[in-house]
């Protein structure tokens, strides 16, 4: 499986982005696709996933509303909308693949700072 974000960048408050993930080696319409959060001097704090064909979708509580994830199957890319950014929310933004985790993107830096 590999991963490949895009789309980071330095925003300021209250703006907005799009992650992608290039997804190559693995079928990911059946198979758990998630967004993992690092931020600086801090840990790993899951964002956001997406699993099957209805598809199921889960948010952490902090993004809920903000944060709008999604798959284009023709390309084989996850995407990542990221509404009313705010300062605490920089940090890398991982594509994970697996229920396991079992693969890792390198990630797609986002600043937040005004």
């Known amino acids: 499986v590999q991963l490949v974000e895009s789309g980071g960048g330095l925003v300021q408050p209250g703006d907005s982005l799009r992650l992608s993930c290039e997804v190559s080696?693995?079928?990911?319409?059946?198979?758990?696709m998630m967004w993992v959060r690092q931020g600086p001097r801090k840990g790993l704090a899951w964002v956001s996933s997406?699993?099957?064909?209805?598809?199921?979708?889960s948010y952490a509580h902090f993004v809920r509303g903000r944060f709008t994830i999604s798959r284009d199957l023709v390309n084989h890319t996850l995407h990542l909308d990221l509404n009313n950014l705010q300062p605490k929310e920089t940090g890398t933004y991982y594509c994970?693949?697996?229920?396991?985790?079992?693969?890792w993107g390198n990630g797609t830096f986002v600043a937040v700072d005004s």
């Open positions: 994970v693949h697996g229920d396991d985790m079992d693969s």
């Open positions: 997406i699993n099957g064909d209805a598809p199921r979708i």
């Open positions: 080696g693995t079928n990911f319409v059946e198979e758990e």
